[in-house]
């Protein structure tokens, strides 16, 4: 029995005790596309932006193919800074404060359902350890921003749109925060934050994040692409898949490619090549019966 002269603790007293102190010293780095959340962040934003009637939904299908082709023949310098200034061209002229506005909305009807809960876990094991948990992505800044804030990390690193008089002009300052700007960020981070890099954690998708995956003392493969998957056995890192279906994944974009949720020629010839496939797949399969009834009429 417990002693009725001795008063139960205060709440307060309980949250103090359970306190994890904080580590100062170490901390995590998260990739957000097909790492954090399923597909690429800067394409949600922009469906949302199109069903919004900031630009068509022909301008969404364009994008959406050069996002593929990227996924696909894998991201190179060039073509990500070209993909990313043709989206932030969109928004050129437009108030940062409306824009990041547009953002928390279409956070909560595009992005929040699309989070891998397995990394989000993995995220909040850092937290519990009392470190600190940083998006690094390619992203811009102010999106990567507002998915750090919902899912309550420390904050984020993201390629930097330039603005005048509180407007986007359109252009990148700087560099895409992407392949070795990545770890270069990240090292600038540590330098300013007191962090030791040996004790810090890293967590990508792409063989790209080769650099940032390289610096910290744990690296681990999140829904890797075959090339970091290998790069990770032969490195003895720790892969974590939370795809079902891994070769829709691959293509880095969500799976609405093939729920047809992109409009237009995109999801069309998706659809269209699906039941063409289908089709000859039954046709197949008839004629495999058929001789078969014909072999044993014989």
């Known amino acids: 029995m417990s002693d009725p002269t001795v008063p139960p603790p205060r709440l307060d007293e309980v949250d103090l005790a359970l306190e994890v102190p904080p580590d100062r010293t170490a901390a995590a780095f998260f990739d957000v596309d097909n790492t954090m959340m399923m597909g690429a962040s800067i394409f949600h934003f922009a469906k949302g932006m199109a069903s919004r009637k900031f630009f068509t939904w022909r301008d969404l299908a364009g994008f ?5 082709r ?7 310098h060039d073509d990500l800074h070209s993909t990313r200034e043709s989206a932030l061209a969109f928004v050129a002229g437009k108030k940062v404060e409306d824009i990041v506005a547009l953002g928390e909305e279409i956070y909560d009807e595009e992005m929040a359902d699309k989070v891998w809960s397995g990394t989000h876990a993995m995220a909040l094991q850092h937290l519990d350890a009392g470190q600190r948990v940083w998006l690094v992505t390619a ?8 998915i750090a804030r919902r899912l309550k990390l420390t904050g984020a690193l993201g390629t930097v749109a330039e603005s005048l008089d509180g407007a986007y002009t359109g252009r990148l300052v ?11 960020a990240v090292l600038a981070l540590a330098e300013r934050e007191g962090l030791d890099l040996s004790r810090c954690s890293a967590y990508s998708d792409s063989i790209n994040d080769l650099p940032l995956l390289s610096s910290v003392g744990r690296a681990v493969a999140v829904n890797p692409d075959s090339a970091l998957r290998a790069e990770a056995k032969a490195r003895g890192w720790q892969i974590r898949d939370f795809r079902t279906g891994r070769k829709a994944a691959k293509i880095g974009v969500p799976a609405a490619l093939g729920l047809g949720a992109v409009a237009g020629g995109v999801a069309a010839g998706v659809a269209a090549r699906r039941e063409r496939d289908r089709q000859a797949a039954v046709a197949a399969a008839a004629a495999a019966a058929r001789w078969g009834l014909l072999r044993r009429g014989r």
């Open 70 to 76: 990227l996924r696909l023949r894998g991201e190179s």
């Open 174 to 184: 700087g560099e895409v925060l992407h392949g070795q700007a990545k770890a270069a």
């Open 139 to 146: 992203t811009p800044v102010e999106l990567a921003t507002i």
């Open 64 to 68: 959406t193919a050069r996002q593929a």
